[in-house]
């Protein structure tokens, strides 16, 4: 494996597995301060259950997501100091506001945590919702630096170094806003679901648990809102890329031609040599609509450009399908969860419903994934869209695999336990102990 | 000019609370490591106890210090990460398993795995600190390379009695630290005791290898020992440090124990300072300096502005997170057993 094949990996990696700390780290403060909300309103002793299950869960998959985020904070000079050295005083904006987010987070989780019985009860809600703000707040400017990447703006190339450079510029560059709505949404629905699905794991086991019954039913109506949500995002983020980088757009789509009235390829295997897209369904006119909203409109295919531009085809095909599908499948589950409220008074009857939403909970991540790669794979061979490229970028430290191989390690081993820990500590039925003791401090 | 100057004494001002917050906490590792005697249990819990509400936030001021480097400083966090690649990626792999391994300790992990990643917590906390003081030795010494290429370039800055000397001290003085702070946090005489006792230990070896380092430093930093020793306002800066490291081990002494722990923590501030102003206005070694390696003025304006108005949000936070855990928490479980005298003069 080349250096520059280590260092794209291990950063994909390091992504890849940061990505679900924080997504959870964003959400969960907010199931857990609904939770302890609706314990001060109804008294019920469930919910403070739920509200400190929660707690631990996020402060588990915050200190996990603290650690991956540091480690990425350190390879981006590692591993690219190239583009550290270039862009770091333009891009350095949205990471130092995340730094104080980061930190407010850190700060009122542990008050939070902690801080059960010495502050008072409208303080610790407070602080919760502290965390879910701050929590939100430090994803969205993560999300700004990564669309500047997409979307450079805020300085002039003079001899290829960047002068008169405006900071400030990064934070609203043309790729932000497309970016943070899609990845916000798309943290809530992930985590939304997972937690909803794990809950109804538990309810196939003890059907009339009203631990799992409130937990699913919180979980399912955050996830659920914000999957219905999500397309129209994913829609305008779509067009976004359509118009700024059209090269990408035609990877997402795997159309090599340029066309008038362009097809929406449904699945298929783009044949870089033949230059077409293999075994697909072409439904025609229909890119051109939903990339323009007008059926005879251009669509720019991948022969406008030089292959050397091209980024892999196949992963960001693929990864685009298996993101739109899931889209999909998930903003239909609430709509069918809100038929059976509406007609039989309960969801909790319904076994197929349970059954698909244990199929879901993971679907949600992997449509995080997905979407990961088709915004970092689908910029390659850029690091900078169209200003730097990644082979430029990287460090010329030799040996990287070795590194790529010890961090792999070590993440799947953090990543087993992660899991171990949740289910442990996160999922398991109260015992009656445990309840009295929650009913003790109503 | 002046927004040059808050950002790099923002640098300076995280880096120092850093060592003094996230330092302990990696001395407490250390402490855990070697718990002995009849109470190890007891001083292992009161370690878990003293760190766990504390210690994300006080991670964060690592992240500030990365952040303002590369935002405010790129050359030199692009130098830094490039031919030190080898000591930083160590330390990060020390930063992430004892993270993981503390967080999982502390929610609730049983048995034989509770032990096995309290070892990995403990040995975790010995790594990231050696590695943390090796690259400031590196950063120090001179010799780091702007432009690697071979794989010697890589292993010449630090690889050398110097840079390891320094790794070593960085442990030492954490988990002088780290004791010094701990005879502060629980109420048993018992324990106090233990915790003074090694407190005294780490002081002492601290003190030893810091000798060791500035000799050392004749041939390891060469500028930052000529600095160190002719410039006027460094003189009063190894005084003080050695003065304050003095007046905490009296302190530790006589169980002066409040006295003491100020007294460690203005060793630390002394001894970073120290360091800073004798390198000062050199970044890295031998020629990138806050003048030439630093962003363009906008950039430094408005990460001024963006530290300014960070720290209204952030002092006042960790000052409550402090005040709940720290003073507000003791009060309310015991009363403090050993008071401080509080009347002595500091010495100089």
């Known amino acids: 494996m080349t250096d520059l094949l280590s260092a794209r990996y291990q950063m994909g990696m390091s992504l890849g597995f940061h990505i679900i700390f924080s997504c959870v780290g964003i959400a969960m403060p907010l199931l857990m301060v609904i939770a302890e909300i609706l314990h001060q309103r109804t008294g019920e002793a469930i919910y403070l259950t739920l509200a400190r299950r929660w707690a631990v869960g996020s402060a588990i998959m915050f200190a996990v997501g603290a650690v991956s985020g540091t480690v990425l904070s350190f390879e981006l000079g590692l591993l690219w100091p190239h583009f550290m050295r270039w862009a770091g005083a333009i891009i350095g904006m949205p990471f130092s506001l995340e730094g104080f987010a980061f930190f407010t987070e850190a700060t009122f989780l542990g008050i939070y945590l902690y801080g059960w019985d010495r502050v008072s009860p409208r303080m610790h809600i407070a602080a919760g919702v502290i965390v879910a703000l701050s929590g939100m707040a430090s994803g969205i400017f993560v999300v700004m630096a990564n669309a500047w990447m997409n979307s450079p703006v805020g300085f002039r190339l003079e001899h290829g170094r960047p002068v008169d450079i405006n900071p400030i510029a990064t934070l609203h560059n043309p790729s932000a806003l497309a970016e943070v709505l899609h990845m916000t949404i798309a943290a809530y629905v992930a985590t939304g679901f997972a937690v909803a699905g794990i ?7 003890e059907r009339d648990n009203r631990f799992h019954r409130m937990g699913l039913a919180i979980a399912l109506a955050v996830g659920g809102i914000f999957a219905l949500v999500q397309p129209v995002a994913g829609d305008y983020a779509a067009r976004s890329v359509a118009r700024l980088q059209p090269i990408k757009n035609a990877a997402f789509e795997g159309l090599f031609k340029t066309q008038a009235y362009a097809p929406l390829a449904i699945g298929g295997i783009p044949d870089a040599g033949a230059r077409e897209l293999r075994a697909a369904i072409e439904l025609p006119g229909l890119l051109s609509f939903l990339d323009n909203h007008d059926f005879s409109s251009v669509v720019i295919g991948l022969d406008a450009y030089p292959e050397s531009e091209w980024p892999p085809l196949t992963p960001v095909h693929v990864a685009f399908q298996i993101m739109v599908a899931i889209a999909g499948i998930l903003a239909l589950l609430p709509l069918w969860a809100g038929y059976l409220r509406w007609r039989t008074g309960s969801i909790y009857h319904s076994v197929w419903l349970l059954y698909a939403l244990i199929g879901a909970a993971p679907l949600g991540f992997v449509a995080v994934e997905a979407g990961w790669v088709v915004t970092e794979v689908g910029r390659q061979p850029w690091i900078i869209y169209r200003v730097m490229r990644t082979a430029d970028a990287v460090t010329p430290m030799p040996g990287l695999v070795a590194w790529f ?22 999922m398991q039925s109260p015992s009656a102990a445990e309840l009295a003791a929650a009913q003790a401090t109503v | 000019m002046i927004y040059l100057y808050i950002v790099a004494a923002a640098l300076l001002g995280s880096l120092t609370i850093y060592a003094l917050t996230g330092g302990a906490d990696y001395g407490g590792g250390v402490l855990t490591l070697t718990a002995f005697g009849p109470r190890a249990d007891r001083q292992r819990e009161v370690i878990d106890h003293a760190i766990g509400p504390i210690w994300e936030s006080d991670h964060v001021w690592l992240i500030l210090v990365v952040v303002i480097l590369f935002y405010g400083f790129p050359p030199v966090y692009t130098t830094i990460m490039t031919s030190l690649f080898l000591p930083v990626i160590l330390m990060l792999v020390g930063i992430v398993l004892r993270g993981a391994a503390f967080s999982f300790r502390s929610y609730g992990s049983v048995g034989r795995a509770h032990r096995a990643w309290g070892r990995v917590f403990a040995v975790a906390s ?15 010494s001179g ?6 290429e071979v794989v010697g370039d890589f292993l010449i800055s630090w690889a050398t009695p110097f840079g390891l000397s320094v790794g070593l001290f960085a442990v030492l003085l954490f988990a002088f630290l780290a004791a010094t702070y701990a005879t502060l946090e629980d109420g048993e005489t018992a324990v106090i005791n233990d915790f003074r006792l090694r407190a005294i230990i780490f002081g002492i070896a601290e003190a030893i290898v810091a000798g060791e380092v500035l000799w050392l430093s004749r041939s390891g930093a060469p500028r930052i020992w000529i600095n160190l020793t002719t410039r006027a306002w460094t003189w009063p800066l190894i005084w003080l440090a050695s003065g304050s490291a003095l007046a905490a081990l009296w302190g530790l002494a006589t169980r002066r124990l409040r006295l003491a722990r100020v007294f460690a923590a203005a060793e630390v501030l002394w001894i970073i300072w120290g360091w800073a102003f004798a390198q000062f206005p050199v970044m890295v070694e031998p020629d990138l300096t806050i003048y030439n390696a630093s962003s363009p003025p906008v950039t430094l304006r408005l990460l001024a502005i963006a530290l300014s108005g960070g720290a209204v949000i952030l002092l006042p936070s960790m000052g409550y997170l402090m005040y709940i855990f720290k003073l507000h928490a003791r009060r309310l479980a015991f009363p403090t057993h050993v008071e401080a005298s509080g009347s002595d003069p500091p010495t100089d």
């Not at chain 1, 809950?199 to 086991?205: N, Q, T």
């Not at chain 2, 010995?126 to 120090?140: D, E, R």
């Open chain 2, 143 to 148: 010799r780091v390379p702007e432009n690697p």
């Open chain 2, 126 to 140: 010995l790594i990231t600190p050696f590695f943390m003081g090796v690259t400031i030795g590196a950063v120090a």
């Open chain 1, 199 to 205: 809950h109804a794991a538990m309810l196939l086991r």
């Open chain 1, 405 to 426: 191989s010890v961090f792999s390690i070590i993440y799947a081993f953090l990543a087993v336990t992660v899991a171990y820990m949740l289910w442990r500590q996160v």
